[in-house]
């Protein structure tokens, strides 16, 4: 895996979140009140200007409705097994 801000697994991620976002009838705006943050913030996440981590995935998932384990789940089959960091 490329060490750059941009991957095929972060857009995947990048995706999961925005589609369970939208599943959820939530706006960025709405999405970040739950969160008490800006939507700016969701905005450049979700723009992938800023990656997050496994921390803040766990938060975004539970205020999006969706369990943490579906979103990393769905990445299993986008990240190669012999992927490095």
């Known amino acids: ?3 750059t801000l941009w991957s095929d697994a ?16 939530l706006s960025q705006a709405a999405l970040a009140g739950k969160l008490r943050c800006h939507q ?4 450049r996440i ?3 200007e ?3 981590d496994v921390i803040e ?3 975004l998932a539970r205020a999006i409705g969706v369990e943490p384990a579906e979103i990393v789940t ?5 990240i190669p097994p012999d992927a490095v960091l």
């Open 40 to 43: 700016s913030l969701i905005a």
């Open 10 to 25: 972060q857009a995947a991620l990048v995706s999961a979140l925005i589609q369970a976002r939208k599943e959820a009838g």
């Open 57 to 59: 995935l766990v938060v």
């Open 1 to 3: 895996m490329p060490r």
């Open 46 to 48: 979700e723009s992938g």
């Open 74 to 78: 769905g990445l299993l089959g986008v």
């Open 50 to 52: 800023r990656r997050i």
